[in-house]
């Protein structure tokens, strides 16, 4: 079923759209996914990247990436109002990945706190550690947490725990 009926965006419906980096270059380090797939009046994320790295021709167009201008730097991350926009990398090693997911709830972030791992559908994939946190202005965070790589396209949110 597609997401329009379903509400879920599978990494089936990104790729059709063109917004899955190869796996190559997934494995150079941190890239941008942009899970924005339908037309909406919005160019927060294009002014947001300092490197041009993502493109709308007009404003309701679905987002384009150039993944080879993307450093992975997780800015666009921070300005996106649909909280639509990750970060994933695969270069770490070891069977691991790092996602960055957008994040508005309290408890607020911090380096070293415990998170349950949400899935796309908002199921819990098991626990991680946060390791690294970032803070907009306007209080959104871009969080990192490192995760088992098959989990690297499916952990989508997070519920941050506490020391524990
Ligand atoms: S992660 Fe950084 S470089 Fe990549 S698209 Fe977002 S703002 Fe641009
Ligand atoms: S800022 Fe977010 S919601 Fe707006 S177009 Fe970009 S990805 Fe879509």
Redesign the pocket.
């Known amino acids: 079923m597609s997401f329009e009926t379903t509400g879920i965006i599978r990494v089936e419906d990104l790729r059709k759209l063109g917004l899955m980096p190869s796996e190559a270059r997934m494995r150079k380090g941190?890239?941008?996914i942009?899970e924005c797939v339908q037309r909406i009046p919005c160019d927060a994320?294009v002014f947001?990247?300092?490197?041009?790295?993502?493109v709308k021709e007009n404003i309701n167009d679905i987002p384009k990436?150039d993944f080879n201008?993307?450093?992975?730097?997780?800015?666009?991350?921070l300005?996106c109002p649909g909280l639509a926009?990750f970060?994933v990398d695969l270069s770490v090693g070891n069977g691991k990945a790092l996602v960055t997911v957008p994040y508005e709830m309290l408890p607020r972030p911090r380096v070293g706190l415990r998170a349950e791992l949400l899935g796309r559908d908002g199921s819990s994939l098991g626990y991680s550690r946060i390791v690294k946190v970032v803070e907009s202005k306007d209080k959104t965070y871009a969080v990192t947490v490192e995760v088992d790589e098959k989990l690297a396209m499916e952990v989508r949110g997070i519920r941050v725990m506490g020391d524990v």
Do not use: Q, S, Y
């Open positions: 941190p890239v941008v942009v994320c947001a990247c300092p490197f041009g790295a993502i990436v201008k993307c450093i992975g730097c997780g800015a666009c991350v300005r926009i970060v």
